[in-house]
């Protein structure tokens, strides 16, 4: 197993964000993390990601409990991609993405083995050749994002963790980006655990859904066991039409005007 989550708790002072969370995940496998505003997702990706110690329970990852690596073996394995990607620095891209092989430099520094390839042939995956040499600054939010799919690409991990990646990103881009992640992950067979509005997306892309209501696991499954229009209706509070997408079968929720609850 890649990732065990047993009992995880979580309270920040009196208030209890998670409760008893059980998650096992397989190498290979991309988990769609889904649930209503405040319903503690990006709590506990910062619990899986070693970031946040639980009240309660435990992380283990690769058989080890996560708190026991150091942050740099820690970063060698995981790498966490957050909601807002890369502030904009007077950094160029590809100072970026050498940034980005910060686990694997001894103490001169250096790194044992030329990275310089390795960056290249990432760059020109992600279309990032041509802008090279500009700074952050320079950038759209979408280009950003991309660099810092490029940096986390460039780490290399096992486990790729994703808050919301595609928040600020076009349609088009968005895509992209989950093509992007996919093509890696087939590639590599690294393991992705994700953050996801778009449910919709979700459905195309994940292998399984992990529902997370009021801090407690409310579901868990393939997204056809997952995203049926009671569930939906009764964690996220609107009453939608779930249909199969008409190329794939995958479920696509269709929301309708006026058709929200209390
Ligand atoms: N550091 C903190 N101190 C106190 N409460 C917190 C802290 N971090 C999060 N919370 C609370 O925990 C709950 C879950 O927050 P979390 O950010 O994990 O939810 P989320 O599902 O990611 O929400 P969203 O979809 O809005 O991003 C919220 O009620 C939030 O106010």
Same mark, same amino acid.
């Given at each position: 197993m890649m990732l065990v989550a047993q009992g995880l708790?979580?309270?920040?002072?009196?208030?209890?964000?998670?409760?008893e969370v059980e998650l096992r995940v397989g190498k290979g496998e991309w988990w769609g993390i889904i649930g209503p505003n405040g319903s503690g997702k990006s709590t506990l990706m910062q619990l899986l990601s070693g970031v946040e110690r639980p009240s309660k329970g435990s992380v283990r990852l690769?058989?080890?409990?996560?708190?026991?690596?150091?942050?740099?073996?820690?970063?060698r394995i995981v790498a966490v991609l957050q909601q807002e990607g890369l502030d904009p620095t007077d950094f160029t891209v590809r100072e %970026? &993405?050498?940034?980005g092989r910060y686990p694997f430099l001894n103490w001169l520094g250096r790194e044992e083995q030329d990275a310089a390839p390795l960056i290249d042939s990432i760059m020109e995956k992600l279309e990032?050749?041509?802008?090279?040499e500009r700074r952050l600054t320079e950038l759209s939010g979408g280009q950003r994002q991309r660099v810092a799919l490029g940096k986390v690409m460039v780490q290399e991990p096992s486990l790729l963790m994703l808050d919301e990646p595609t928040t600020y990103l076009d349609i088009h881009y968005q895509l992209q980006f989950m093509e992007m992640v996919d093509a890696w992950r087939q590639a590599s067979e690294i393991t992705v655990i994700? %953050? &996801?509005?778009?449910?919709?997306?979700?459905?195309?892309?994940?292998?399984?859904?992990?529902?997370l209501h009021e801090g407690r696991v409310a579901g868990m499954g393939s997204?056809?066991?997952v995203l049926t229009e009671a569930y939906i209706s009764r964690i996220f509070r609107v009453m939608p039409s779930v249909v199969k997408h008409p190329e794939n079968g995958a479920p696509q929720v269709l929301l309708t005007a006026n058709r929200t609850r209390k």
């Open positions: 708790s979580k309270a920040y002072g009196r208030t209890q964000v998670l409760s690769l058989d080890r409990e996560i708190g026991s690596y150091s942050r740099k073996a820690l970063a %970026v &993405l050498e940034m990032l050749r041509d802008i090279q994700s %953050v &996801l509005h778009d449910l919709n997306l979700a459905a195309q892309f994940c292998d399984k859904l992990l529902v997204p056809e066991e």
